[in-house]
C-alpha cells in the first residue's frame, strides 16, 4: 500500500502536497518524493525514509512556480525501498511524472516491450512502466493516455500522472486501490485517502474502478476507460479533520485505545429495537434468504481474523449455523465447498485488503452470499459485497488495529444475534438480555482504560523480556492471539498466541525462567481448565499473568491479576482484549518503538 496526493490549484503546490503525504504516511513510509510541474520542466524531489527525510531536499524557493503537482510516500513491493525506486517516477525525456499505488501484474512484458522500443530505465519498479508508456504514445492527451494504460496494465492500481506540457491538468485513475477527488473551490486535490485533502476541502468524489479522472484547477472530469463521461457524484465528508489527528495523544495508537468506548457506542447505535433485539435492516436481505443459509464462512486476515474467530463462537452458538473460518490469503486454495447456501462473511477494517477482496469475489462467483464488514465506508469490500456491515470506529491512522477490532467484534456479536433472530434459533428473551449487556460494554471498556497507569506499572520489569505466550481457551483464544499480535508488531519480541489446553502437545517445551506467560479467563464455561494449563505453566517457571473478571476468585496461580468487569462469555471479548492492548503499547513505547508506523508494516495490504 502507498499514498498518493496531487493538487492543481493557485496554492504553492509543495504547501498542499507535502501535509497531504504526511496525513497519508500511514500507508507507508519507507520513501516518499513529489513532482511539481513548472509548464516548462518538471522537478522530482524523492528520497528513501520519511516524510521529515523529504522536507529536508525542499528549497521552497525555487518551486515555488509550480502549477500543479503530484506526491508518493512509499510501502515496497517491487524493488528495495531506496531512493532510486521511491516515487514519482518519469520517462526518458522527463516530460511524464507517475505516481502509482499496487501491483502492475504483468509490468514484466511491458518493460520488455518498452525497452525493445529504445526506452531506458532507472528504476527497478513496475510503476515506472507507465511514465515510459504514456511516453511512448506520443502526442495523445494525458487522459487518453492514462486510459490506454489502463486497458494495458492488468492488477491492482491507482494512478496520479501530469505531463509537462499540459501543466493545469492531473490525470487519476483507479482499479482495485482507493483514489479520491477533493473539490475545491478554483482548485482540485486527488489522494489515496481523505486526510489528506480534508484541511482543505470537505467536498469529495469517489473514483470507482476503471475510471479515469481529469484535474483542472476549475473542472474534475469522469470517464471509463472508453471515455465515455460519467457524472461525478459529489459527497461531504462528516468526519473532522481533528478525528484523524492525535488529540493531543502522544501517539494515533493510544488515542485510538481511548476512543474504543465512543467506537463502540457508535457501532451499536440504532441497531437494538427498544424491546431489545438486534435491528440490521441496512443489510437489506431478504430473511428467507437468511433462513435458507446452511453453512456460514467467515475470510479476514490478521487481527480482522481474530475477531472472525470469535465470530464462528458467536455464530454457532446463538444462531446454530456452522461456521468455518479461513485466513483469507488461504480460502481459495484450497477449495472450498459454497454455493447459493452459504454465507461468506469478508472482514476487514479497511475493505482494501486484496486476500480478503479476493476471498468474497470467490464466493460471489460460487454464488454465495456475501456480506462485507468494513470500517471504511464505500471501501472495496463494501461496494463487492452483497450486503455491508460498517463498524463505526471513525478513522484508524496507527498501524495496529485497536479500536476497529473491538468495533468488529461488537459487530459481529450483532450479526450472530441477528442471524440467530431471524432463524427464530433463539429466544427474544435471551437476545434481550445479551443486548442489554452490550449496551453496557462503552462504560466498562472505559473502566478497563482508567487501568491503564496500572498495566504500565507492572510492564516496567518487562522491557526486556523476550518471550510471550498468550493463552486462552474458546472465547479467550482470540482475545489471546490479538494480545500476541500487538506485541509481536508493535514492541518487536517473540509472543506466541496459543489454546491454552494445546500447550501440552509441545509449545510446554518452550516454558522456563523469564517467560511471561498471558493467561485470559473470562470465559465462564472453559475458565477453570484455562487455570488447570497456567498451573502447567507455572510449574515450569513462567511468569504468570491473568486477565480475569471482577469478583473472580482465580487462586494463587498467577503472579498478577488484571481485572476486567464480568459479563457474558463472548461478550467479554470487548473487554478483556482492552488490557492486553495497553500492555503492548506500554512495553513497546518502553522499548523506545514507533508504535504507530511499526517497522516492515502497512496499514493496509494490497497486494498477495
Ligand atoms: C493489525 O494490527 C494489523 N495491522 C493487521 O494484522 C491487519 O489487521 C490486517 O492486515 C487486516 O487488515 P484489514 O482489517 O484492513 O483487512
Known amino acids: ?223 471509463d476507460l472508453e ?97 468455518e473460518i479461513d485466513i483469507a490469503s488461504e480460502f481459495r486454495y484450497r477449495d472450498p465447498v459454497l454455493d447459493s447456501r452459504s454465507l461468506v462473511i469478508g472482514i476487514s477494517q479497511s475493505g482494501e485488503t486484496i486476500d480478503t477482496l479476493a476471498a468474497v469475489r470467490y464466493a460471489r462467483a460460487q454464488g454465495s452470499l456475501v456480506i462485507g464488514v468494513s470500517n471504511v465506508v464505500e471501501s472495496a469490500l463494501a461496494r463487492e459485497a452483497d450486503a455491508v456491515l460498517y463498524t463505526r470506529a471513525g478513522p484508524e491512522i496507527g498501524v495496529a488495529a485497536t479500536k476497529t477490532f473491538t468495533t468488529q467484534l ?37 473502566s478497563v482504560l482508567s487501568t491503564s497507569d496500572a498495566i504500565e506499572k507492572l510492564s516496567r520489569d518487562w522491557t526486556d523480556t523476550r518471550d510471550y505466550f498468550f493463552l486462552g481457551r474458546s472465547g479467550d483464544f482470540p482475545v489471546a492471539m490479538e494480545g500476541a499480535l500487538k506485541l509481536k508488531e508493535i514492541a518487536y519480541v517473540r509472543a506466541e498466541g496459543y489454546a491454552a489446553g494445546e500447550m501440552k502437545h509441545g509449545p510446554i517445551a518452550l516454558i522456563e525462567e523469564g517467560v511471561v506467560v498471558v493467561g485470559v479467563v473470562t470465559d465462564s464455561h472453559v475458565r477453570t481448565k484455562t487455570l488447570s494449563n497456567m498451573e502447567e505453566m507455572k510449574a515450569r517457571g513462567g511468569t504468570i499473568v491473568l486477565v480475569a473478571e471482577e469478583g473472580d476468585d482465580v487462586g494463587n496461580v498467577a503472579d498478577h491479576v488484571i481485572r476486567v468487569p464480568a459479563g457474558p462469555d463472548l461478550l467479554c471479548t470487548v473487554t478483556a482484549v482492552v488490557p492486553l492492548q495497553l500492555l503492548a503499547y506500554h512495553i513497546a513505547t518502553a522499548r523506545g518503538m514507533d508504535v504507530d508506523k511499526p517497522r516492515n508494516l502497512a496499514k493496509t495490504v494490497t497486494v498477495e
Open 227 to 323: 471515455g465515455n463521461a460519467i457524472e461525478p457524484v459529489q459527497h461531504k465528508v462528516d468526519w473532522n479533520f481533528e478525528a484523524a489527528e492525535r488529540d493531543g495523544y502522544p501517539t494515533f495508537m493510544l488515542k485510538e485505545i481511548y476512543e474504543q468506548p465512543h467506537a463502540i457506542a457508535d457501532t451499536l447505535a440504532g441497531r437494538v429495537s427498544p424491546t431489545g433485539q438486534v435491528v440490521l435492516d441496512e443489510l437489506e436481505i431478504d430473511g428467507r434468504m437468511l433462513r435458507a443459509i446452511d453453512k456460514v464462512f467467515v475470510v479476514a486476515c490478521g487481527t480482522s481474523y481474530h475477531a472472525a474467530m470469535m465470530a464462528k463462537y458467536a455464530i454457532e452458538r446463538w444462531a446454530r449455523l456452522p461456521v
Open 1 to 223: 500500500m502507498c499514498g498518493i496526493v496531487g493538487y492543481v490549484g493557485p496554492r504553492p503546490v509543495i504547501d498542499v502536497l507535502v501535509p497531504g503525504l504526511a496525513h497519508l504516511e500511514y500507508r507507508g513510509y519507507d520513501s516518499a518524493g513529489i513532482a511539481l510541474n513548472h509548464g516548462n520542466s518538471l522537478s522530482v524531489l524523492k528520497r528513501a525514509g520519511r516524510i521529515a527525510d523529504l522536507r529536508l531536499l525542499i528549497d521552497q524557493e525555487s518551486l515555488d512556480d509550480a502549477i500543479s503537482g503530484i506526491g508518493h510516500t512509499r510501502w515496497a513491493t517491487h524493488g528495495a525501498p531506496n531512493s532510486g525506486n521511491a516515487h514519482p517516477h518519469v520517462d526518458c525525456d522527463r516530460g511524464v511524472a507517475v505516481v502509482h499505488n499496487g501491483i502492475i501484474e504483468n509490468w514484466a512484458v511491458l518493460k520488455e516491450k518498452l525497452i525493445g522500443a529504445g526506452h531506458e530505465f532507472e528504476s527497478d519498479t513496475d510503476s515506472e512502466v507507465v511514465a515510459h508508456m504514456i511516453e511512448d504514445m506520443g502526442d495523445v492527451p494525458l487522459a487518453e493516455a492514462v486510459r490506454r494504460v489502463m486497458n494495458q496494465a492488468e492488477g491492482a492500481l491507482a494512478l496520479a500522472v501530469m505531463r509537462r506540457s499540459e501543466p493545469d491538468v492531473l490525470v487519476g485513475a483507479r482499479r482495485g486501490s482507493p483514489l479520491v477527488v477533493g473539490r475545491g473551490d478554483g482548485e482540485n486535490f486527488l489522494a489515496s485517502d481523505i486526510p489528506a485533502f480534508l484541511e482543505h476541502t470537505r467536498e469529495m468524489v469517489v473514483v470507482d474502478d476503471d475510471r479515469v479522472v481529469e484535474l483542472r484547477a476549475d473542472s474534475v472530469s469522469l470517464t
Open 410 to 446: 461488537v459487530a459481529m456479536q450483532l450479526l450472530g444475534l441477528y442471524l440467530a433472530q431471524v432463524r427464530g434459533a433463539v429466544d427474544p428473551g435471551a437476545v434481550e438480555v445479551l443486548v442489554t449487556e452490550m449496551l453496557r460494554l462503552p462504560d466498562q471498556v472505559e
